[in-house]
């Protein structure tokens, strides 16, 4: 059965009520946000570039232009980075802490998580044959709601997360992080892991070999359905709808930025094949991206992405930030960065 709309609405509005709309600040802090101070501990090593160039060149039957790097264009978000990635971005005890040292320890183990887990309400979407989801709502304790309405975040698993693995699959930890204590007193949001019961992606290119392109599965419109039902909500602000995801949800996250190109405030593709049209990516514009490949990513490889960015910057893409990381393969660890959920959680559309 569905969560009503009504229902979340009732609740909603009834914490803001008892709680008078009390404001966390929530309006956008000065650029940048969620990028360490010091960049040169993640900094990848250069000397392997050539390397990996070879290798590629071997390997892959399309090449694309050489890009100059960095390219910036005058705007301080559009960038490029070549990052080592840490042993705590990696670790699943470790949920959050990503690049950020001075981010709280929590604890780690299966029942930490577990407990995470149960402050989701796992349900179908219609009569769930497409879709089931799991919702997280703010504590109307630790969360009193923002001046708008609560930001929504969309979580778009990757095909492990495929069926009713639910939020035991290890593919959505990095969405259970939200239900810590620390995100629900510092970044309330209605947070929403989508669970397809079959692929909402289909890859009609084989990325490996540099031919991309991704298509559209009943799942994937099942996603449409049920973010625009949340956005209409009373107590969700439409200006502060998040997604991201990674694999099958990373490219999950390409297709809906595209679908819906005035709704979303900003969106995190790690590791997802994006479309091959270069016509296609003028559709993102009004969309601030981050996007994320390991540089060694065995499945869909970094040059689709490093096409797929310079086909943004040539449609005048003024927010889209490119990371390459050096050595996580096709890994979803990324995803558990805290930088990552405080950037989403700041960006307000205009």
């Not at 299966?110 to 989701?120: Q, V, W």
């Not at 492990?160 to 309330?188: C, E, F, I």
């Not at 009943?218 to 909500?233: K, M, N, Q, T």
Request: glycine fraction near 10%; aromatic fraction near 12%.
């Amino acid at each position: 059965m569905n969560f009503p709309l009504c229902s979340v609405a009732a609740i909603l509005a009834t914490f803001a009520m008892a709680l008078n709309f009390v404001s966390l600040h929530a309006q956008e802090p000065p650029f940048p946000i969620g990028v360490p101070e010091n960049w040169q501990e993640f900094l990848g090593d250069p000397d392997r570039a050539p390397e990996r160039q070879a290798r590629y060149a071997k390997s892959h039957r399309v090449q694309h232009p050489p890009i100059t790097w960095p390219i910036n264009q005058g705007n301080p978000f559009t960038d490029w980075g070549h990052f080592r990635m840490r042993e705590e971005a990696a670790g699943r005890g470790r949920m959050g802490r990503g690049l950020s040292p001075t981010f709280p320890e929590r604890g780690s183990g299966r029942d930490g998580i577990a407990e995470l887990h149960n402050r989701f309400q796992t349900q179908d979407w219609q009569d769930g044959k497409l879709l089931r989801y799991s919702l997280l709502l703010p504590d109307p304790e630790e969360s009193p709601m923002p001046e708008g309405g609560y930001p929504l975040v969309i979580s778009c698993p990757g095909a492990g997360g495929v069926g009713d693995q639910g939020l035991g699959s290890s593919k959505v930890h990095s969405a259970a992080v939200w239900a810590t204590d620390y995100y629900r007193k510092n970044m309330p949001a209605v947070v929403i892991v989508l669970h397809p019961q079959s692929r909402s992606i289909t890859y009609t290119g084989d990325a490996s070999q540099g031919e991309f392109d991704i298509g559209l599965n009943p799942s994937f419109h099942a996603y449409v359905e049920l973010i625009d039902h949340y956005v209409r909500a009373d107590g969700i602000n439409p200006r502060r709808v998040s997604v991201y995801g990674h694999s099958m949800g990373g490219s999950s996250v390409w297709a809906l930025v595209r679908e819906r190109p005035q709704l979303f405030s900003a969106a995190m593709a790690l590791a997802g094949s994006p479309f091959g049209n270069p016509a296609d990516y003028a559709k993102l514009n009004h969309t601030p991206m981050w996007i994320m490949m390991g540089h060694d990513d065995p499945w869909n490889g970094s040059h689709s992405y490093i096409a797929a960015y310079k086909y943004m910057l040539d449609a005048g893409h003024p927010q889209v930030r490119f990371w390459e990381i050096q050595d996580i393969r096709h890994s979803s660890s990324p995803l558990s960065l805290y930088h990552v959920h405080q950037w989403l959680w700041h960006q307000v559309r205009d």
